[in-house]
């Protein structure tokens, strides 16, 4: 919290109206409490790790990456008040650590927000990233960071789905992470019609097949793979996926238990637990969970380790 809050709340209660609508116009955002109409920032990303094969850009000197955004927009706010860091480090080095641990060629980012799981890997990796964002004014802040620092990195402003053709995105009245396709997910502010593809349909017309996929759409995990089975089916990509407690766990394990997916969970231990059982942890501290197919590599254990070490050490 800010030093500044509890004297801005003492001071504001006895101020007209008229003279505090004027101060938040002339004093700086620290004072008012208000947020930047434009937030600009530099992110240091993670120094990649070395040894880790020849997927990961092997550097000492980390790479610095110039972020612009609405000052409104929450992750691009968690990221420049606390860093890399700050933003669900055990699942973005999870999502790193497959990518290292496959030497993964390609890789998607379903429900990319503000892009920075395909941001943190476009910049450490040589994997070709697809980041999936149906919200204009999120793609949009996506892909202006991507151009600015020259990234290797497709932003789709498309949501995937069971079915191709489009869908009503429902719009979060508190944050812009909690967009999703499902009504009555979180209270909206209001909603607007997006494209929709099934993911098989996108592999197909553009011929970029992952090898690792991060899903993140707000309760409709299920539908994107449902409309993957054929990429699933083929290709075996190994998956990165939210799961929110009593909502998605048994229609992801009738999709992913018959192609012979395993469940991992992405609890905080040094390696991934794995359960017979999709169950989310009601808490919603440890909400993801690796699926790969077959047996984890023991190798896992050592990429995910350094990956969340590196993105601990990102200042």
């Not at 030093?3 to 938040?24: E, M, Q």
């Not at 706010?77 to 700050?86: M, P, S």
């Not at 019609?193 to 995990?221: A, C, H």
């Amino acid at each position: 919290m800010s030093p500044w809050l509890p004297l801005r709340r003492r001071v504001g209660r006895w101020l007209p109206a008229r003279l505090k609508s004027a101060l938040r116009r002339v004093l700086p955002a620290r004072l008012t409490g208000r947020p930047p109409v434009t937030r600009r920032f530099w992110l240091t990303m993670p120094v990649p790790p070395a040894g880790l094969g020849g997927s990961v850009r092997v550097s000492p000197v980390p790479r610095r990456v110039r972020f612009e955004a609405p000052g409104r927009s929450y992750v691009p706010r968690l990221l420049a008040e606390g860093g890399v860091a700050q933003y669900e480090p055990e699942t973005i080095a999870a999502f790193l650590a497959s990518i290292s641990t496959r030497g993964a060629s390609e890789a998607f980012d379903i429900g990319a927000n503000a892009g920075i799981f395909s941001i943190v890997a476009a910049a450490t990796t040589t994997t070709r990233i697809t980041g999936f964002e149906p919200t204009p004014a999120l793609a949009s802040t996506f892909r202006g960071i991507v151009q600015a620092n020259g990234l290797t990195c497709q932003v789709e402003e498309l949501a995937l789905g069971a079915s191709t053709g489009t869908a009503t995105l429902y719009v979060s009245a508190k944050t812009d992470s909690s967009n999703s396709l499902r009504a009555g997910f979180r209270p909206a502010a209001g909603s607007i019609e997006v494209p929709l593809e099934r993911l098989d349909d996108y592999v197909t017309r553009s011929g970029r097949r992952p090898e690792v996929m991060k899903i993140d759409t707000e309760t409709t995990e299920p539908d994107v793979l449902a409309g993957a089975i054929e990429t699933l089916r083929d290709g075996r990509p190994w998956i990165v996926c939210e799961v929110l407690a009593g909502t998605t766990e048994a229609a992801l394990m009738s999709i992913l238990r018959p192609l012979g997916y395993r469940f991992h969970h992405l609890s905080g231990a040094s390696v991934p637990i794995e359960s017979l059982e999709i169950e989310g942890d009601p808490t919603y501290l440890h909400r993801d969970w690796l699926f790969t197919p077959g047996t984890l590599p023991e190798a896992f254990a050592a990429h995910y380790v350094a990956w969340i070490t590196a993105l601990q050490g990102a200042v």
